[in-house]
């Protein structure tokens, strides 16, 4: 329990001390990019780096009080044990400890802990079916409207076009390749590994020096194994018409346009839950 209580009391009892800690950690963060950057005061200024704080602060209080998920020792000790454990760049967080004054407290108070609230907080969030209902609710009338079109005779096409006005902006269309992807174009280059790391499996990278070097193609078995067993079962020919299907930050809908023995082109709805930083600002 003593470490849990010191770090409540120092995240609590002093928010210089805290805007300091975060100063010197974005600090090291700031002294390995490279290329030429603006003075640190004028990357980071104060209020800038208060604002971070006052959000770590506000995150750990609407994880406790929305949702009554309150950290133990536990839970920071084995938060601070993956950090170590899982890190990429042993040499910068040596550094980070450093900066901390090599104060083991310090470490999982101002840079764990936030780290493992934000995690359990978006999680939460995300799989929150009372706050996301109205997103759900929107996606299966779509979905319900396509079935019935299609039960009146609509074909593949038919069904792409009624799918579009649902949500222009929302819809895309992927063609994916049904072999098995090249082995030499399996690997991720490590820089998208790094970038998938730091912002989520989703990120992509806007350019990459191995870009010109990969297969340009989409491939139905780089999908996550429950999508692709969720649309292989549902997208059998075209003018098929998939479940809703939740993801972190939306619910999709597809429709098969066409489909062969090597490809499946697919349009994509995706209507997008609600944002986590608005619903962040709007606890109170």
């Given amino acids: 329990m003593l470490l849990l209580a010191l770090c409540c009391a120092a995240q609590a009892g002093d928010f210089a001390s805290l805007c300091a800690a975060r100063a010197a950690i974005e600090r090291v963060y700031y002294d390995h990019r490279l290329g030429t950057k603006p003075p640190f005061e004028q990357t980071l200024p104060p209020a800038t780096l208060e604002a971070l704080v006052r959000k770590d602060l506000k995150q750990e209080t609407v994880l ?6 309150a950290l133990t020792p536990a839970l920071l000790q084995a938060e601070v044990e993956r950090i170590n454990n899982t890190t990429r760049a042993p040499e910068m967080l040596a550094e980070i400890k450093a900066a901390l004054g090599n104060d083991p407290l310090r470490f999982a108070s101002v840079f764990a802990k936030p780290i493992l609230v934000e995690r359990l907080l978006r999680n939460r969030f995300e ?3 009372a706050l996301h209902a109205p997103a759900r609710r929107a996606c299966e009338a779509i979905r319900a409207g396509l079935l019935a079109a299609k039960t009146n005779g609509a074909d593949a096409l038919q069904l792409v076009a009624q799918l579009r006005p649902s949500g222009s902006n929302s819809v895309t269309e992927t063609t994916w390749q049904l072999a098995p992807r090249p082995a030499e174009t399996n690997a991720p280059a490590v820089d998208e590994l790094e970038i998938k790391k730091r912002f989520g499996p989703n990120a992509q990278l806007v ?3 191995r870009e010109a070097d990969r ?3 989409y491939y ?4 996550p194994p429950s999508l692709q067993n969720v649309l292989r079962a549902q997208l059998r020919q075209a003018g098929n018409i998939s479940a809703v ?3 972190s930050g939306a619910f999709l809908l597809f429709v098969a346009r066409e489909k062969s023995h090597t490809t499946l082109t697919v349009a994509c ?3 997008p839950k609600r944002s986590y930083e ?3 600002q709007e606890q109170q």
């Fill in 207 to 209: 350019s990459s020096a």
């Fill in 220 to 223: 139905f078995d780089n999908l």
């Fill in 127 to 129: 799989n929150d079916d």
């Fill in 278 to 280: 608005q619903w962040l």
């Fill in 269 to 271: 709805l995706a209507v």
């Fill in 215 to 217: 297969d340009p193609k």
């Fill in 245 to 247: 299907i939740e993801t």
């Fill in 64 to 69: 406790r009080e929305h949702y009554g998920v």
